[in-house]
């Protein structure tokens, strides 16, 4: 039973271009979401948030927006960079259950120089 | 470098055998998560431990159990190894349930 998905496996974008990561979810329960990035042979790195409150959160080039009614999230990227390029991974939580997150299954992105 | 080490980086077991995974966190977490994930799959949450009391717990078997020191050190233990158990083992740290997790590189373990 797959709560969270990302549907796509890989993403190429130009440098300087704008990355979009997206994210879908079933359960209406969750009223927190994250964005994670994950380097090979690391654990995941939080990257940004955004509560259910909200319906976008920016952080430097990092902007998520959550629309609650269509159950999806992006992650927007500008502009993108080389050392971006990593598996970006959204998960998703209840704050009653804190830190007990929901992953997608991952989309990996390449930005090309 | 997010503080939270965990050992062995590469394991290989046989199918029956028992094993031990280790989770060394920051000092002042008292929070602590342990996920699967299996190759091409995102990480899924195996249990969380809250101040050594197990304080959750996903889909998987009595097999996987845990534990959580005073020293803000983990383990999470798998009995009678399966095939299936092959998989990139995360633990995630935090000073509290609500508060940024960080993750240790993970633990890679093959059954054979």
């Known amino acids: 039973d797959q709560q969270v998905k990302q549907n796509s496996p890989s993403l190429s974008v130009q440098e300087g271009r704008i990355s979009i990561l997206n994210c879908d979810y079933t359960?209406?329960?969750?009223?927190?979401f994250l964005w994670y990035k994950k380097y090979p042979a690391e654990g995941p790195t939080f990257l940004i948030s955004?509560?259910?409150?909200?319906d976008k959160n920016e952080d430097g080039r990092f902007t998520v927006f959550l629309n609650k009614s269509a159950k999806h999230l992006s992650l927007h990227i500008v502009p993108s960079q080389p050392g971006d390029s990593a598996v970006y991974f959204c998960?998703?939580?209840?704050?009653?259950?804190?830190?007990?997150?929901?992953f997608g299954t991952g989309t990996s992105l390449t930005v090309i120089p | 470098e997010t503080g939270v080490t965990q050992s062995p980086t590469h394991l290989i077991k046989t199918r029956g055998q028992q094993v031990t995974l280790r989770c060394s966190s920051q000092s002042g977490h008292n929070t602590v998560s342990w996920y699967q994930q299996a190759l091409g799959q995102g990480p899924q949450f195996i249990f969380q431990?809250?101040?050594?009391?197990?304080?959750g717990r996903g889909n998987f078997p009595p097999r996987f159990s845990g534990l959580q020191f005073p020293n803000y050190s983990s383990e999470l233990n798998v009995n009678a190894l399966e095939l299936d158990d092959s998989a990139l083992y995360l633990c995630?740290?935090?000073?509290?349930?609500?508060?940024?997790?960080?993750f240790g590189q993970g633990t890679r373990l093959t059954v054979v």
């Open positions: 995630a740290s935090s000073e509290a349930m609500n508060t940024e997790a960080f």
């Open positions: 998960a998703a939580s209840r704050k009653t259950t804190g830190n007990q997150f929901y």
């Open positions: 955004i509560s259910s409150i909200k």
């Open positions: 359960n209406s329960m969750f009223d927190y």
């Open positions: 431990y809250y101040r050594e009391e197990e304080n």
